[in-house]
């Protein structure tokens, strides 16, 4: 509880001076429930009701233990802003340890929208560290530019000894300037959306190739499918100068076949001439965003049917999922599954408090 207090008794009460329940409490009553499987509002409520007699050994609850409805008011009320920086003070100790390759991918709350905008839902950007695998920063796209959240994490990150790696996106001339400015390198995906810089990134392959530039191949065996995969690294030569695209030196092509489907041709930016079983170790690093993050959260925590939608509720929520996932993962627990720990957290009191304490 003193850490939490550490780092989140800053985060600014958006309510009146004479409101009844504290603000820190609250969220950590919030964290609690959402540790133990709690989907939103409603059912945090139902967490502090139950476990009221657990809550009053760590927290002092004047006023009894608050009504959803003084919960879905809060989340949303409370500024993203401040909640996010809180989170990223919580997650310090892991940021400033964090090595090796930051992915950044945005993910949309697909039912956490208005009336009428089905179509436009927001979007949750991450910075994800395939390392610890933990997110360290969030931020919503503003007008669900993803490109521009990205942006922002950025300048929230200490870069050096890091690559931050991206899809199309992400791959452009502010992206590649912040990365360097902040000591990072980067491998980022050019596609069709720039065919001038895709044509010469397949030039300077081409070119290599001529020059006698080998490959190197990976074959994997996994879920019943078989993938192989060819990498091959070359010098970008004058495509930093021709496109001023800060730091970029070399050029990278992935080759990847999956059973019998046609072969996908992958060109990758780089700031450094990595040797090609590095490059496609990078590259392949990146998805763990997917598998790591996106996918519990879709499926443990269900966040694609979370329908808050009001206010300032589905980032503050969509912030607070990352943070008990985060947590359940730096659990020394190997053996137990996210899904088993929640469950866990739920049933075993002593667990969920364990769980806390291993978080720096």
């Not at 050994?57 to 949303?76: E, I």
């Not at 990205?150 to 870069?159: F, K, N």
């Given at each position: 509880m003193d850490r939490f207090l550490e780092c989140f008794s800053e985060v600014p009460d958006p309510r009146a001076e004479n409101a009844l329940h504290d603000l820190t409490e609250m969220?950590?009553?919030?964290?609690?429930?959402?540790?133990?499987?709690?989907?939103?509002?409603?059912?945090?409520?139902?967490?502090?009701?139950?476990?009221?007699?657990?809550?009053?050994?760590?927290?002092?609850?004047?006023?009894?233990?608050?009504?959803?409805?003084?919960?879905?008011?809060?989340?949303?009320?409370?500024d993203p802003d401040g909640f996010e920086k809180s989170f990223r003070r919580f997650m310090k100790a892991f940021a400033q340890a964090a090595r090796g390759v930051i992915a950044l991918d945005g993910k949309a709350l697909r039912r956490a929208y208005e009336r009428g905008k089905s179509h436009m839902p927001p979007v949750m950007v991450t910075a994800w560290s395939a390392q610890t695998r933990m997110a360290l920063a969030n931020s919503l796209a503003p007008g669900n530019n993803e490109a521009?959240?990205?942006?922002?994490?950025?300048?929230?990150?200490?870069?050096?000894?890091?690559?931050?790696?991206?899809?199309?996106?992400?791959?452009?001339?502010?992206?590649?300037h912040a990365v360097v400015r902040r000591g990072g390198d980067y491998v980022l995906a050019v596609k069709n959306n720039q065919p001038s810089l895709r044509r010469d990134a397949k030039a300077a392959i081409a070119a290599a190739e001529r020059r006698g530039a080998t490959t190197i191949t990976t074959k994997d065996t996994r879920h019943g499918r078989k993938e192989r995969r060819t990498a091959l690294v070359a010098s970008a030569g004058e495509m930093a100068e021709k496109h001023n695209f800060p730091g970029l030196k070399a050029v990278a092509r992935i080759r990847s076949k999956r059973g019998k489907d046609k072969i996908i041709e992958r060109y990758f930016l780089l700031t450094r001439r990595y040797s090609r079983d590095k490059a496609l170790r990078i590259v392949r690093e990146h998805w763990t965003i997917e598998n790591g993050l996106h996918w519990p959260l879709d499926v443990v925590l269900d966040e694609d049917l979370a329908r808050h939608r009001k206010d300032n509720a589905p980032v503050n929520l969509a912030v607070l999922r990352r943070l008990a996932l985060n947590i359940a993962r730096a659990h020394p627990d190997a053996k137990t599954s996210l899904r088993g720990k929640f469950k866990r957290a739920g049933w075993d009191e002593s667990f969920l408090f364990d769980m806390l304490s291993h978080m720096r």
């Open positions: 969220l950590f009553i919030a964290l609690l429930a959402t540790l133990c499987g709690a989907k939103g509002c409603c059912d945090i409520a139902l967490f502090a009701r139950t476990k009221e007699d657990l809550l009053r050994t760590v927290l002092v609850l004047k006023h009894g233990v608050p009504s959803h409805d003084t919960f879905s008011r809060v989340f949303r009320l409370l521009a959240a990205a942006l922002q994490l950025i300048e929230l990150l200490q870069l050096k000894g890091c690559v931050v790696t991206g899809d199309a996106l992400h791959c452009h001339r502010e992206m590649a």
